[in-house]
């Protein structure tokens, strides 16, 4: 679909300007009410709700829809600010159909988005994030951000820079009341999160904001005496209601605008509207729109799981109005069917080979002592304490919590054995997890404490490229000391279920040629994973814009992992898939 360009010249110019003229004046009959803002990720130690408030603003209502609130988008902007740094402004501008919110840090623009109620569409270009200020991010990242350094490079594939949402077509209302355009905050939610990594969210008595949306359903609060969590306070509210039509409606509408928008397989899977593939393919159209809660919570569950796409799924349903108990059933496709059996099969394989390891020895090594067999399913990052001894020296525990730790000190008893030559990683359960842990573990395995990962942003056409160097041995220096592709030869054991991480790390290493495969091919998942509420709370967890591959700098062309990668050794899955000694006589024989 072509973009529309921006109503304004270049993204360096202050002043702005729409080259609208006509547009649509939905006069809707509205109210205004007070809402408080709370930032949960700032509680006391009592979990008071009212230790995180925020501000108080003056919402409007449609009347006869009491339960969505619409906000201006310098409203919306307004939330931010307790995240800005001293030198970032959130400055706004306007003209007849369109509101242009901007931030800038010294002087210089870091975002910018236009909101156009003529056109019914959201252009944005750069990151509210990149302004806040130092600490403002409430997760403990200690860990991930220890002994790593990253040298970054970006460009885009087209001339249009920019991020195109339009919003027409799926029955968002929005209207203007004393010249001001007002929108509902669902749609200002979905549209501004991955630019801002921040959620706004109304749980119908208050708007609820947090970056830790992984838990979002578990913090818990107090509330005029009472303990809540952001559902069951919705719920309060909710009870002996019947769901209203038009929240059915409203939900419904953001949930297609958000997988048109926001769903990164959608060109892959030759998608070009989700409204058209629920309708023709499979009939979840209108179970979106049921007044059914049964059907209605099948159908968002179906929505999701027939994409047949493992970083796609509907993780929690709405309780409010009675979806939960149906919205968690699983129907995948095939692919996802064939994975989890492969799943299951390895799982018995590798437990019978693996059965004598101890947290002393947990390596498999060949009888010749060359080969050693090392396995991990996910990449994770500990906390400060997991971590961290009090004088910031690296705990002996710390890989018992830590993928990178865990891996560096088994490289090291390895080192010290004197015998081994090869060293094979399985990932052939590995699900993926922390971007920045695979990273750390690419430089861990190459010879000279450099990689390479890109991804793309098919949002904005963007390319990011990230170099990363680590110093595994704390010494202050980011050099070839501290990596270990000049000690072994490492190979991957990958398989189907090398999923996300677990399949662009096998795909960057056999690019870089640090590594070998050997095994089955992995099993894709190129996107990084986004998570959205709806405003009903139905919790979509989805692959993102994000694209993860590899950049041709010559050709000027980005391609993704989906596919997965081929094994340079190929190994079937039987009783021999975890013997390390014939996995060694192939390495040795290849």
Same mark, same amino acid.
């Given at each position: ?29 509205? !109210? ?20 995180? !408030?925020?501000? +108080? ?31 970032? @402004? ?73 991020? /195109? ?91 297609? /605008? ?86 299951? +099969?390895?799982? +018995? ?33 500990? +906390? ?10 690296? @705990? ?9 730790? @865990?891996?560096?000190?088994?490289? @090291? ?178």
């Amino acid at each position: 679909m072509k973009k529309r360009l921006f109503s304004f010249i270049a993204l360096s110019a202050i002043a702005l300007t729409s080259c609208s003229f006509f547009g649509n004046q939905n006069n809707y009959k509205s !109210y205004e009410k007070e809402i408080s803002v709370y930032n949960i990720d700032d509680l006391d130690e009592e979990s008071n709700l009212s230790s995180g !408030y925020q501000k +108080t603003i003056n919402a409007r209502f449609i009347e006869g829809e009491d339960l969505i609130p619409y906000l201006t988008l310098k409203q919306y902007a307004s939330l931010y600010d307790i995240h800005l740094a001293d030198n970032a @402004k959130s400055a706004f501008d306007k003209s007849v159909f369109s509101d242009i919110w901007s931030i800038t840090i010294d002087d210089q623009i870091c975002f910018v988005a236009q909101a156009d109620s003529s056109f019914n569409d959201f252009l944005i270009a750069g990151s509210i994030e990149s302004a806040y200020y130092e600490g403002d991010d409430p997760r403990d990242l200690k860990a991930l951000n220890y002994g790593i350094d990253i040298d970054f490079d970006g460009k885009y594939l087209s001339d249009e820079t920019y991020a /195109y949402h339009p919003f027409d077509g799926y029955g968002i209302k929005h209207f203007t009341y004393e010249r001001e355009t007002y929108y509902p905050l669902g749609l200002l939610d979905i549209t501004f999160y991955d630019f801002s990594g921040i959620y706004f969210t109304y749980n119908y008595k208050h708007i609820i904001s947090t970056r830790d949306v992984e838990n979002y359903n578990d913090i818990k609060y107090i509330d005029e005496g009472k303990e809540y969590d952001f559902n069951h306070q919705m719920e309060e509210v909710a009870k002996n209601l019947s769901t209203p039509s038009y929240l059915i409606k409203y939900n419904a509408g953001l949930f297609l /605008y958000l997988m048109d928008n926001f769903y990164g397989l959608k060109e892959q899977k030759g998608i070009q509207s989700f409204a058209s593939y629920y309708k023709r393919n499979h009939g979840i159209y209108s179970d979106l729109f049921s007044s059914f809660d049964d059907v209605r919570g099948m159908g968002y569950s179906d929505a999701l799981s027939i994409l047949d796409d493992n970083h796609t799924i509907l993780v929690s349903a709405n309780e409010s109005w009675n979806e939960s108990q149906f919205g968690l059933i699983r129907r995948y496709g095939e692919r996802c069917k064939n994975r989890t059996k492969t799943k299951s +099969t390895l799982q +018995t394989l590798r437990q019978s080979a693996y059965k004598n390891l101890t947290p002393e020895k947990d390596y498999l090594l060949s009888e010749d002592g060359k080969t050693a067999l090392f396995s991990f399913d996910s990449f994770v990052f500990g +906390t400060t304490d997991q971590v961290f001894n009090d004088d910031e020296s690296i @705990k002996d525990t710390a890989g018992n919590y830590d993928t990178f730790y @865990k891996l560096l000190f088994a490289l @090291k008893d390895l080192q010290n054995l004197g015998t081994v030559k090869n060293v094979i990683f399985d990932i052939s359960l590995n699900g993926g997890g922390v971007v920045g842990v695979m990273l750390k573990v690419l430089s861990l395995m190459s010879k000279d404490n450099s990689s390479t990962f890109a991804m793309y942003d098919d949002s904005t056409t963007q390319v990011s490229i990230y170099v990363p160097h680590i110093d595994s041995n704390n010494d202050k220096k980011y050099d070839s000391t501290d990596s270990y592709g000049n000690l072994f030869n490492f190979y991957l054991l990958t398989s189907d279920c090398s999923f996300s991480c677990g399949n662009a790390l096998p795909c960057c290493a056999k690019e870089a040629n640090i590594a070998k495969i050997i095994g089955q091919k992995s099993g894709g998942g190129e996107c990084a994973v986004s998570v959205h509420y709806l405003p009903n709370s139905e919790y979509v967890y989805h692959s993102s814009n994000l694209h993860i591959g590899y950049f041709d700098n010559e050709t000027n062309t980005f391609e993704g992992f989906e596919d997965g990668v081929t094994p340079d050794i190929e190994v079937e899955i039987g009783s021999s898939f975890y013997s390390v000694d014939y996995l060694n006589t192939l390495i040795q024989n290849a």
